[in-house]
C-alpha cells in the first residue's frame, strides 16, 4: 500500500502531517483541518479496498454510527467521505496509549482503584450504546484508548467497525459475523458469539467487559487455549473465580460476584451496563475491606461487599513476580530496535541458524516473519507456539495460517512488543 506524503490535501480540507499506523486495508495520519486549524486522525482506506462494496459499505457504516454517537467515552466523528478513490473519515485524535499498553501478563498488575476507575466508564460507555441500540461486538484492550493522567485518565473506546443496531440486513449481518469470529481475537467472544449467532445483544458486551474486567485485575484473561478450545471453553466452562487466581488478589466479594455474573453463559442471566455500572459507582477500594460500602445513591451493596476474595498477604500482593526470561526464535530481519524492545518484555533472542533439534535451536517459542503456511505447520512440528504475521483484512492467509497450526497472528506492521506479548500469551496457553 502506497501511504499519503506529508503535506498531501485529502478532499481539500485535511493536510497530512504524518503516519500514525497501517495495516492492509489503510492507514491512520495525524493531519490538519485546515479551515480550523486542529489536528485530527484520519482514517483512509486506500484505493484497492475501497472499490471492494463490502468494505465500502463497512467504511461508511462505521462512520454514520459514530457520528451517531456522542458521548465522552466515544471516539467523536468530525467528517467523512470519499477523495479521489479512497475514503476517508477525520476523528478526534487521541493523544495517549490503548489499555493493552498497561494490561497484559508480562507487566505488573493494575492498582485496584484504576481497575475500578477504567471498567467504571467503560461501563458508562456500554449504558450509552445500549440506550442508542448498538452492540460493539469487539471490546478489548486494544479498542480502548486511555489519555491525560493515568492515576485518573480518560477512556475512550473506539473501532466501532463491528457494531451493529439489530436492523440490518440479516445476509449483511452474518458476513459481518463471520468476518468477526475470524479475525478478530477469540478471548473476548460471548458464548453466543462464539456460536455464531447472528441475533447478539448488548449482553454480549457486558460479557466482553467481563473478560476485561477480570484481565484488567489479574493481567490475565479467564481462558486460555488455541482458537477452538478457547470457544469452546466460553460456550462449556464455568470461567475462574477472582479469588482463586494466584497470586491472591484483595478484592470485596461483591465485585467478585459482579464479575462472574458478567461472565454467565446465558446472556439474559447477565447484569445490565446500569446495573453493573451502579455496582462499580458503590465500590470504593480505598475503604476497608470489612465496611460495607455505600453506592452512589447511598444504598448498601450488601454483605457480600465486606467480604475478601482472598485473605491478606504481604506486600506483593497486588503486583505480580518478575517475569521468567524465555527464549524466542526470531526468523526474520533483526536490527537493534527489534533486539532492545524483546529484551524489555523478557524474552532472549535465539538465532535460528543454530542446530540444537534438528535444525531449529532450543526455545520456548518462535516467530517468523513473512512465513507461508507451509512453513508454519513445519516449525509447529517442533513443538513450540509459533507466532506468525500478516495484513490486517487478509482473511486467507490468516485462516491458513490458523489452521496450519499458528499459536498467535500478529498485524503488519510488526511491532516487537506485540510479538512479544503474543509469544508470552502462546508459552503460557502452551502449557
Do not use: C
Not at 455500572?277 to 470504593?284: E, F, H, I, M, S
Not at 452512589?296 to 482472598?310: D, F, I, P, Q
Not at 512453513?375 to 500478516?390: K, Q, S, T
Amino acid at each position: 500500500m502506497k501511504l499519503l506524503a506529508p503535506d498531501t490535501v485529502v478532499a481539500e480540507r485535511f493536510a497530512i502531517r504524518e503516519v500514525l499506523g497501517a495495516g492492509g486495508m489503510g492507514a491512520v495520519y495525524r493531519a490538519q483541518q485546515t479551515a480550523l486549524g486542529r489536528d485530527v486522525a484520519l482514517k483512509v482506506i486506500h484505493s484497492a479496498a475501497a472499490q471492494n462494496q463490502h468494505s465500502r459499505d463497512r467504511f461508511f457504516r462505521e462512520a454514520r454510527l459514530l457520528a451517531s454517537l456522542k458521548h465522552p467515552g466515544i471516539v467523536e466523528i468530525y467528517d467523512f467521505g470519499e477523495h479521489d478513490d479512497t475514503l476517508f473519515l477525520a476523528m478526534e485524535l487521541l493523544e495517549g496509549q490503548s489499555l493493552r499498553g498497561l494490561v497484559d501478563e508480562d507487566l505488573p498488575r493494575l492498582d485496584v482503584a484504576l481497575a475500578l476507575h477504567v471498567a467504571r466508564q467503560l461501563a458508562e460507555v456500554l449504558v450509552a450504546t445500549e440506550a442508542a441500540g448498538l452492540v460493539h461486538r469487539d471490546l478489548k484492550p486494544e479498542n480502548i484508548m486511555l489519555e491525560g493522567d493515568l492515576e485518573y485518565p480518560r477512556v475512550v473506546v473506539v473501532d466501532f467497525g463491528l457494531a451493529f443496531t439489530g436492523s440490518a440486513e440479516d445476509e449483511r449481518v452474518r458476513r459481518l459475523t463471520r468476518e468477526g469470529v475470524v479475525s478478530g481475537t477469540p478471548d473476548y467472544m460471548s458464548p453466543e458469539q462464539a456460536r455464531g449467532a447472528i441475533d447478539v445483544t448488548p449482553a454480549s458486551d457486558i460479557y466482553a467487559l467481563g473478560v476485561l474486567f477480570f484481565e484488567l485485575l489479574t493481567n490475565e484473561v479467564p481462558f486460555y487455549g488455541d482458537t477452538a478450545t478457547l470457544l469452546a471453553r466460553h460456550l462449556f466452562v464455568q470461567p475462574p473465580r477472582l479469588r482463586d487466581v494466584e497470586p491472591p488478589l484483595i478484592v470485596p466479594g461483591a465485585l467478585d460476584d459482579l464479575v462472574n455474573r458478567m461472565l454467565a453463559k446465558d446472556a439474559t442471566r447477565r447484569p445490565s451496563a446500569e446495573h453493573v455500572r451502579d455496582v462499580l459507582l458503590g465500590l470504593d477500594p480505598e475503604d476497608d475491606p470489612r465496611v460495607s460500602p455505600v453506592s452512589k445513591g447511598s444504598r448498601s451493596v450488601g454483605r457480600a461487599a465486606r467480604m475478601l476474595s482472598a485473605p491478606p498477604t504481604m506486600d506483593g500482593a497486588q503486583r505480580l513476580a518478575p517475569a521468567k526470561t524465555h527464549r524466542l526464535v526470531w526468523i526474520g530481519p533483526v536490527d537493534d530496535h527489534v533486539e532492545l524492545t524483546i529484551a524489555a518484555h523478557g524474552f532472549a533472542l535465539v538465532g535460528a541458524d543454530s542446530d540444537d533439534d534438528g535444525g531449529l535451536p532450543a526455545a520456548d517459542a518462535v516467530f517468523v516473519q513473512d512465513g507461508s503456511p507451509g512453513l508454519v505447520a513445519e516449525l509447529v512440528r517442533h513443538g513450540r507456539p509459533v507466532i506468525a504475521d500478516g495484513e490486517r483484512g487478509d482473511i486467507d492467509r490468516l485462516r491458513a495460517l490458523l489452521q496450519a497450526g499458528a499459536a498467535e497472528v500478529v498485524m503488519r506492521p510488526i511491532d516487537p512488543a506485540d510479538v512479544a506479548r503474543k509469544a508470552a500469551r502462546a508459552i503460557r496457553k502452551a502449557r
